[in-house]
């Protein structure tokens, strides 16, 4: 087990409090403590490699979110091979080891560092990850296990200046205490994947929370799980900005269950930031139109519906991230591996899922002269008038995509941001 130095209380965002009090000393001694999860028959298999699950939290839904991390993992090795050291890979939150265990299977990590709060685990994590060996050929260490909070890990990995080329960290609800930490401990140029959970923030329904956690005031909109994405990177922009770093986002990824928000962002170092793609995105419900503003914009922000006057419809939310959600060609490397893999199309049986048409549903995503949220088919249809066939609409919508013009109707339902609509 890793040794932890002590880490400076500035980097956590929830220091301890030096003099806690007598009543919060007894709570602590009694809260009952979880049992340890152990091995169990409850075997899973997820493109070809087997692990266990035991009564850890895990869900199948998510295997989609870890097929793109470890194509992006296996891109980096290829890429740059990870440097001196190969690719070094931290899980600060893995769970069951499954992550951890893929990235060393599949994404040809040289070193995995997988870390979990819950000590009770590690019967589980190290049955999972004893599936490969533990040393290298040259007698190298290739993965180890602590326990101990995540910003206490990213951290002390700062402090020590113990950078990796991959930092996954798979948060559960609104918790970004972890943008900044995970920043400061991935390699310049490398990778930090993030989660968000909090679906009722993204959805406009607790605006003070996604202020407090992102710095983003977001109201209801019909594309909430589009504007959890950039409700995310706009935190992670805004965090590493604070420290002197840019980060672009490579792609992101929306799943229902949970919900789930997944972006793979790139960092680099930078103080000459660019905020051009960061700033507000206003909805009206009357007309349906939306509309990205800068902040040199606000002044101006209303709907042509209204002739430019102020209006109660119109709703703004941001500050957010403006720009495109995916990077064109980081995606078309994916899906060229995926191929290469045999992870591009499903058997028809339910195994897998067919990446083919996420990664070009993507490609398509990325744009940059799209705008900001999306048109639902069905609140077209709403609006057409009584006898007026609706196949007579696919030839204006094919016309319209074939010019790359700025309004886009969306394609059938897909996992992306964009999942959901019909």
Known sequence: MFALSSVHPILLPHPLNPNPSPRRIRRTRTRTRRRTLTPTSSREAERGVEFETGDSFFRRESAVGRDLGVLSASLLRRCCGGGGGGLRVLDAMCGCGVRALRYLAQGGADFVWANDAFEGSRPLVLANLAREPRFSTLGERRWVVTHFGANRVLADCYLRREFFDLVDVDSFGSDSSFLRSGI?????????????????????????????????????VPYSNEIGLRMLLGGALREAAAVGFQITPLFSYYSYHAPVFRVMLQVSRGKDHDFSHYGFISYCKLCGHSQTYSWDELGQISCPCRNGEVSSSVVVSGPLWTGPLHDAAYLSDMLRLATEWGWAYTDGKGNGVDLEKLLNLMIEESDPLLPSGYIKLDEVCLNVPMGINLTSLLSPIDRLQAERELILLPSPPSSTAYEGRT
């Open 184 to 220: 400061a401990a991935v390699k310049i140029g490398g990778l930090l994947y993030v989660t968000s959970t909090c679906g009722r923030s993204s959805g406009g329904h607790r605006p003070r929370c996604s202020l407090a956690s992102y710095g983003a005031y977001v109201r209801p």
